[in-house]
């Protein structure tokens, strides 16, 4: 079985600040893909980042980068510079060979 | 390319009546997942089809659920005889490969309240 663990319901940041959002999963398969996925209060889910189990290159977008532990199984996510638009939900996510298992989010205020 | 369509947007239900849920995945995707979010809670996997086949259900209700997604039209998630507890928010997402490796492209999610 997969899970997926995020242990902090809501952060704060200050705009133009850097936050690390923490994630941690457990997963018996070799071969995974690793997520961030962002929902606003439109409820849209948007993908934020991508990492693959196999690359130990840290992916990053943008202002967006994770840090992928792979043996401690840890995928945090980064955000520098936040922007006020950065509010929301981010929620980490596993996949497996059948499904993506979610991690319950952690919310996200930039205050101004 | 149009995204992933859910309809309707909201529905309201009363405790026995049956809510139908759809979703149109995007052009060229054969993968159709459907997720419930309850309020101010994480996303919960409910059921995983390609075109025409259950792959994994294992996150679905054995009763009163089921789910399709034939060969043409619309994948549908049904609720039989809906109680208060199904009020959530339904997902649908799509994506175009096995193996779970691509983004899931998820709808705008189908709000679900039973009176």
């Known amino acids: 079985a997969q899970t997926v663990t995020q242990s902090q319901p809501e952060m704060s940041v200050q705009e133009a600040e850097t936050v690390t959002l923490s994630c941690t999963y457990d997963?018996?398969?070799?071969?995974?893909?690793l997520f961030w996925y962002k929902q606003p209060p439109s409820r849209q889910m948007i993908l934020v980042i991508r990492?693959?189990?196999?690359?130990?290159q840290n992916a990053t977008e943008n202002r967006f980068s994770v840090n992928f532990q792979k043996a401690a199984k840890s995928f945090s996510l980064k955000i520098s510079d936040s922007q006020l638009g950065d509010a929301a939900m981010y929620f980490c996510?596993?996949?497996?060979?059948?499904?993506?298992?979610f991690g319950t989010g952690t919310r996200l205020k930039v205050l101004a | 390319n149009a995204g992933v369509m859910q309809n309707p947007r909201h529905l309201v239900r009363r405790r026995g009546q049956e809510a139908r849920l759809r979703c149109s995945p995007m052009?060229?995707?054969?993968?159709v997942y459907w997720y419930r979010q309850l309020p101010e809670e994480g996303l919960k996997f409910m059921v995983y089809l390609q075109k025409e086949n259950i792959i994994d259900e294992s996150g679905m209700p054995k009763e009163r659920f089921s789910a399709e997604f034939p060969k043409e039209g619309p994948s549908i998630l049904r609720i039989q005889q809906v109680v208060r507890g199904d009020s959530a928010a339904y997902f649908c997402a799509s994506s175009d490969r096995g193996r779970n490796t691509g983004e899931l492209f998820f709808g705008e999610g189908s709000r679900l309240t039973v009176l």
């Open positions: 996510a596993i996949s497996g060979t059948y499904k993506y298992i």
């Open positions: 997963t018996s398969e070799s071969d995974y893909y």
């Open positions: 052009k060229g995707h054969s993968h």
């Open positions: 990492q693959e189990a196999y690359k130990q």
